[in-house]
Structures are given as C-alpha cells and as structure tokens.
C-alpha cells in the first residue's frame, strides 16, 4: 500500500495544485501590473490638471473683462469664459476673486467647465493681513482619496502679497474597471 500512495494519482494532484498556483500568481501579477498602470496614469492626468488651473489662475482669462461679462444667477453664461484672476495691471484682481468666489457659491459643479478641470478643486488664497479666502469643496469633507497640491505667491492689486494653494482632489477609485 505504501507504494501505491504515490501513484499516478498523487501525481497528477500534484501538477493540477501546481497549475493552479501558477495561473494564479499570472493572474495576481497581470492584475496588480494593471491596478498600478491605472493609478498612475490617473494621478497623472491629476497632476496635468492641477498644473493647468495654476498656470490659468494667474491669467487674465478669456475674455479678460469675464467678471464683468457673467450673470451670476444664469451658469450658462459662464459656458463660453476661462476664468483668471490676473487684472489689467498684472496682480491678482480683487473683482475677479469675488466674482470666482460667488460663481462657486452658486453652482460649483458649473464652475469647473470655466476652470477647465475635470476632478474637484479647492482653492485657498491667504494673507498675513487681509485674506482668507477659500473657493471650492474641501477635500477632507469630501473623504479625498487622491489629492495634488501646488502652492503659489501672489500679490494682490492693493499690493497685499498672499499665498494661493491650489488642490485637484477626487474622493474615486482609480482602480481597474
């Protein structure tokens, strides 16, 4: 009987486990080659956005008199502005601030056609002096499970020198699907 124990039987049970094992650690491998390809070509593109709505802020915009040309109650006609916050006299606009900061108080869903971004934003601008401004959905309120952050100076049209801290956040997977 001893030796029948390792006949063809336990043979092939052991090459069937073996297999087994080896299709799943292909598996695993593909799987996890694939899982991380995502994330970063998703953090990526995070990055790229994030780096874009800096460079824009600090831009005019388009038209460059855009606050002025919005109605803040109709988000349709924010369809055809790029916002920047830059005015005539190349520092940050006050008027442009405000008018960014009421266009997202009203609809920040709406605002981020005009930004030109596609993930959730939050914008804060502070001053040793005057400013404490914030502009979008604060990720820790909204469980971000991915954030890119720049931070930038600025000077202001008074000649108030802040800090603006840009952060492109999503509270998605960026898993395989």
């Known amino acids: 009987m001893k030796g029948q124990f390792w006949s063809i039987d336990m043979v092939f049970a052991i090459v069937i486990f073996s297999g087994a ?3 799943l650690s292909i598996v695993w491998t593909s799987m ?6 995502s994330y970063s070509f998703s953090i990526g593109i ?15 915009g388009s038209p460059s008199n855009w606050n002025q040309q919005i109605v803040l109650n109709n988000p349709s006609t924010w369809n055809n502005i790029s916002v920047g916050l830059e005015g005539s ?11 960014l900061v009421a266009m997202a108080n009203t609809n920040y869903q709406a605002t981020k056609q005009p930004l ?15 400013y404490n401004i914030s ?18 100076p ?4 008074n000649g108030e020198a802040a800090d603006m801290r840009v952060i492109i956040w999503t509270n ?6």
Do not use: C
């Not at 190349?90 to 008018?99: D, I, P, T």
């Open 21 to 23: 094992m080896i299709l």
């Open 32 to 37: 996890n080659s694939q899982f991380s390809s």
């Open 46 to 60: 995070m990055q790229l956005q994030l780096n874009d709505l800096v460079h824009k802020l600090q831009l005019p």
């Open 89 to 99: 006299d190349g520092y940050m606009s006050s008027s442009k601030l405000a008018a």
């Open 116 to 130: 030109s971004v596609g993930y959730d934003y939050y914008i804060t601008i502070s001053s040793p002096n005057q």
């Open 135 to 152: 502009i979008g959905r604060n990720p820790l309120a909204g469980n971000a499970t991915a954030i890119e952050t720049a931070t930038v």
């Open 154 to 157: 600025v000077v202001f049209d």
């Open 172 to 177: 998605t997977s960026f898993g395989v699907s």
